[in-house]
Nanobody, 127 residues
Framework: QVQLVESGGGLVQAGGSLRLSCAHSGRTFSVYAVGWFRQAPGKEREFVAAVSRNGDITNYSDSVKGRFTISRDQAKNTVDLQMGSLKPEDTAVYYC????????????????????WGQGTQVTVSS
């Protein structure tokens, strides 16, 4: 059973920073590639960032590249998303997702590729 729990969301002013964390309560997180997605009201869920099973490969959407950093701590079974230089358009519910994969160095960017999802955490950036 895979259970993902996001934390760290909140209200921040434009230009500020937040760190989101995705925790996995199962045996091991290292067999899963992990992605962060977000969904704003009235919009489709969109890709934000992804990290491979081994943590060596990362991928970002153009809208967050250079501002967000995804990282994973295999010992703690967590994947974090450090968000900086936040903009009002970053306001959304952020979800982490996990995909069981045999490929250690691959990232996945489409929501349909992920099998497990967290409940989401709200991020609100005020102008």
């Amino acid at each position: 059973q895979v259970q993902l729990v996001e934390s760290g969301g909140g209200l921040v002013q434009a230009g500020g920073s937040l760190r989101l964390s995705c925790a996995h309560s199962g045996r091991t997180f290292s067999v899963y590639a992990v992605g962060w997605f977000r969904q704003a009201p009235g919009k489709e869920r969109e890709f934000v960032a992804a990290v491979s099973r081994n943590g060596d490969i990362t991928n970002y959407s153009d809208s967050v590249k250079g501002r967000f950093t995804i990282s994973r701590d295999q010992a703690k079974n967590t994947v974090d998303l450090q968000m900086g230089s936040l903009k009002p358009e970053d306001t959304a519910v952020y979800y982490c997702a996990a995909k069981l994969t045999g490929y250690s160095g691959t990232t996945y960017m489409r929501p349909g590729e992920y099998m497990y999802w967290g409940q989401g955490t709200q991020v609100t950036v005020s102008s």
